[in-house]
């Protein structure tokens, strides 16, 4: 073996050695009366300890309901609110419709009432008409008697909203006319046209309420020869 192998071993060795008064390394010595690490001190307060999870899921359930049972109850005061209201509309509803078609009656009536009531005065001409001594009034007297009537009769019906419907040179209408004949017409412009009034027709705030019976002016090309 290499002698000098040996010797720095040797002196490796010696340095390793602690020299005597010198600290050496290592885990320190604790002082005798210190507390060992790892054991707490009594003065300070400890942390507080956690609850446990159970209780903590209890307590959220609970909350949980509370809060349900709670919107549960307000629900059902809305709920109740809105079929009360629902129940006085109802009720409203049904009082307005009945005041409503009585207010209609009503009205009703007092028009009939107004067109009588225009009317009776034309009535009375009737009467006047129909007491005059056939002895001594003539027949032209009696028939313009009876034309004033008329007129007067007819005067209070238009004022009521009574319109006559028909008119001779007009062109024909069904919607407004009934056809029960013809006859020729004199020119091609005549052609279905209202030749004649049988019957005359009656329309009352615009809804017709008789149409008018006329006979129908036919053009036939031949010098106004049309069907009979």
């Known amino acids: 073996m290499n002698p000098r192998k040996r010797k720095s071993?040797?002196?490796g060795r010696a340095e390793a050695a602690p020299v005597a008064g010198q600290e050496t390394e290592g885990p320190p010595q604790?002082?005798?009366?210190e507390e060992v690490s790892g054991v707490a001190d009594p003065g300070i307060d400890a942390p507080p300890v956690a609850e446990p999870l159970a209780d903590q899921t209890a307590d959220v359930e609970e909350a949980a309901v509370a809060g349900s049972e709670e919107v549960a109850r307000q629900l059902e005061a809305r709920l109740d609110e809105i079929q009360d209201?629902?129940?006085?509309?109802?009720?409203?509803?049904?009082?307005?419709?009945?005041?409503t078609a009585k207010e209609r009656s009503e009205m009703w009536q007092r028009a009939q009432a107004d067109v009588v009531s225009n009317i009776l005065d034309a009535l009375d001409d009737f009467g006047r008409v129909l007491d005059v001594d056939p002895e001594t009034a003539s027949a032209g007297d009696v028939i313009k008697g009876v034309e004033l009537v008329e007129r007067k009769l007819l005067r209070e019906l238009e004022t009521?909203?009574?319109?006559?419907?028909g008119q001779v040179g007009e062109a024909f209408d069904p919607n407004h006319h009934e056809a029960?004949?013809?006859?020729?017409?004199e020119s091609e412009e005549q052609d279905h046209t209202v030749g004649r009034i049988l019957q005359i027709g009656y329309r009352f705030g615009g809804t017709l309420i008789r149409p008018a019976r006329v006979q129908v002016a036919m053009w036939s090309g031949d010098g106004g020869q049309g069907p009979a």
């Open 9 to 11: 071993k040797r002196k």
């Open 30 to 33: 604790e002082a005798p009366g």
């Open 85 to 99: 209201r629902h129940l006085r509309m109802v009720a409203e509803y049904d009082n307005f419709r009945k005041r």
């Open 160 to 165: 009521a909203g009574l319109e006559r419907v």
């Open 180 to 185: 029960v004949g013809s006859l020729p017409a």
